[in-house]
């Protein structure tokens, strides 16, 4: 994947990891209780809620520990 990646996909990134922490915050979990749950080391979710490149299992995985449907947290 090249690393110049056109702004729409990072700003569709960074909106994804801002759905992530704002679900997370509402369900009242830290990244740690967050990743616990979905199986993920912390530093990935952190990754994750900071916009950076995330593998589609690793977002599945999130999605299932937060209760939502993948798509919720791509589309919002």
């Known amino acids: ?3 110049d990646q056109p702004q729409w996909i990072l700003d569709a990134r960074r ?3 801002d ?3 704002v679900r997370r915050l509402h369900l009242a979990l ?3 209780a967050l ?3 979905s199986g993920l080391d912390r ?3 952190q ?3 900071a916009g950076a490149e995330m593998k589609l299992s690793h977002l599945l995985h999130v999605a299932h520990a937060l209760r939502v449907h993948v798509t919720d947290l ?3």
């Open 1 to 3: 994947m090249p690393a």
């Open 15 to 17: 909106a994804a990891g």
């Open 19 to 21: 759905r992530i922490r």
């Open 30 to 32: 830290t990244q740690e």
């Open 35 to 37: 990743a616990h749950e």
């Open 43 to 45: 530093s990935t979710i």
């Open 47 to 49: 990754r994750m809620e």
């Open 74 to 76: 791509l589309h919002g």
